[in-house]
Nanobody
Framework: QVQLVESGGGLVQAGGSLRLSCSAS????????MGWFRQAPGKEREFVAA????????YYGDSVKGRFTISRDNAKNTMYLQMNNLEPEDTAVYYCKADSRPARSFPKIDFPSWGQGTQVTVSS
């Protein structure tokens, strides 16, 4: 089983940027699609982005398209989320997941458990 730890969150002004990291241990991520989700206070968890095991294909939620970029470095067993032009609506706890199912299926997967995530706060 792959253990995942999110990092890189923080407080940033609107229009700013952050890069989140998701570090994996226990197993190599080479054979796993990976993705990011987020949950704002009082809201349901939301799909943000997913990337195929090879890194060739990526998918984004409508609210982040054109602003966020997902990437991975399999040699470092790490996935990233570059977030640009941040908006107050992006404020949330961000979580990463790894799964053997295709990246395109991530928006519909009901994951049974979640890690601690990393807090992103965007001030206006």
């Amino acid at each position: 089983q792959v253990q995942l730890v999110e990092s890189g969150g923080g407080l940033v002004q609107a229009g700013g940027s952050l890069r989140l990291s998701c570090s994996a241990s226990g197993r190599t991520i080479n054979n796993y699609a990976m993705g990011w989700f987020r949950q704002a206070p009082g809201k349901e968890r939301e799909f943000v982005a997913a990337i195929s095991s090879s890194g060739i294909s990526s998918y984004y939620g409508d609210s982040v398209k054109g602003r966020f970029t997902i990437s991975r470095d399999n040699a470092k067993n790490t996935m990233y989320l570059q977030m640009n032009n941040l908006e107050p609506e992006d404020t949330a706890v961000y979580y990463c997941k790894a799964d053997s199912r295709p990246a395109r299926s991530f928006p519909k997967i009901d994951f049974p458990s979640w890690g601690q995530g990393t807090q992103v706060t965007v001030s206006s």
